[in-house]
């Protein structure tokens, strides 16, 4: 059973036109992460919720930004997308205390036109 | 900055046969180290982890060696299989600090 869903799967959006990548989980944990992970890179961290707690990662663009309005749900807004944006991204969740054993969705690949 | 990195971004294996994936990384600090598998539009999959006061643990199939004298990571995947070809991603992190840092990820092809 999935225990990181994300939705959708696959997004294609115009530029410049907002767009909301959502996560849930199942797992009852306190820290959701969003990674955006471009072609044939490592995932990067844009930032997190530690509970309610928003952590942002310093490079992250003022284009992104997250929700939590509970445990089990994340949204990622990308407010104005570009060319640049297109990436996969990975919601992930793990427990208090450390990121050992971060659960990962499937990701939603988004693509910008 | 602080980096963790991998000497190889390919590598091919016949099928059967053992293959080493290494990772090397710069922060001595870290509390422990992760090894995920990404198979191709998917997300990352928890391997084996090892924490920093071990030097060797064993999974099913696989081992993770930590050399901190020299700051290297491997995973050694034994009797390779068709469904181990992936992109491997070596990560490090710190207790009481939920951030991740991935290295660069290697792709492991595995040959009939």
């Known amino acids: 059973d999935a225990m990181v869903i994300q939705n959708p799967r696959y997004q294609v959006t115009q530029f410049g036109k907002p767009v909301t990548l959502s996560c849930s989980q199942t797992l009852n944990h306190n820290v959701m992460y969003w990674y955006q992970q471009k072609s044939s890179q490592a995932p990067k961290l844009l930032f997190h919720y530690y509970d309610k707690d928003f952590n942002n990662e310093a490079d992250t663009p003022d284009n992104f930004q997250s929700r939590r309005p509970n445990t089990s749900f994340c949204f990622l807004d990308i407010r104005s997308p570009g060319l640049g944006d297109a990436a996969m991204y990975l919601c992930a969740t793990s427990r208090v205390g450390g990121a050992t054993e971060a659960f990962f969705g499937q990701g939603t690949r988004l693509t910008v036109v | 900055g602080e980096s963790v990195g991998l000497h190889l971004p390919t590598l091919s294996v016949q099928e059967g046969d053992n293959s080493i994936i290494n990772c090397a990384y710069s922060n001595s600090a870290s509390d422990y180290f992760i090894w995920y598998k990404q198979e191709s539009g998917k997300g990352p999959q928890f391997i084996i982890d090892i924490r920093s006061n071990m030097d060797k643990r064993q999974g099913q199939r696989v081992t993770v060696l930590l050399n901190k004298t020299v700051k290297h990571l491997s995973l050694q995947i034994a009797a390779t299989q068709p469904g181990d070809s992936a992109v491997y991603f070596c990560?490090?992190?710190?207790?009481?600090?939920?951030?991740?840092?991935f290295g660069t990820g290697t792709r492991l092809t595995i040959i009939p």
């Open positions: 990560a490090e992190g710190f207790f009481g600090n939920e951030k991740l840092t």
